[in-house]
């Protein structure tokens, strides 16, 4: 088992109440789905964060579609629009 460590969080009193009502529907506790919410917002800002890295990357290495590729592009998709 992965090891755990305690955290405290501050909720607003709507969301908290949000929390309550879902851990009761879903049978599970609050700290899990919280942590669960936090997985799952820190791995897509993880990821963002990447694809962001990768496209300065290329943009610094000028590795840009040609013209013509974009023109395709387009024409593909007023072909296919319409």
């Known amino acids: ?4 460590s305690t955290m405290t969080i501050r909720l607003g009193n709507d969301l908290k109440d949000r929390l309550d009502r879902l851990a009761a ?3 599970r506790s609050k700290s899990f789905l919280a942590a669960e919410a936090v997985k799952e917002y820190v791995e ?3 990821w963002q964060l990447q694809e962001i890295q990768s496209a ?3 943009a ?3 590795d840009f579609a040609a013209d013509e590729e974009v ?6 998709w007023r072909s296919d629009a319409g």
């Open 25 to 27: 529907v879903t049978q």
């Open 60 to 62: 610094d290495s000028a």
């Open 71 to 76: 023109e395709e592009a387009f024409a593909k």
């Open 1 to 4: 088992m992965p090891q755990t």
């Open 56 to 58: 300065l990357n290329e």
């Open 44 to 46: 897509l800002n993880e």
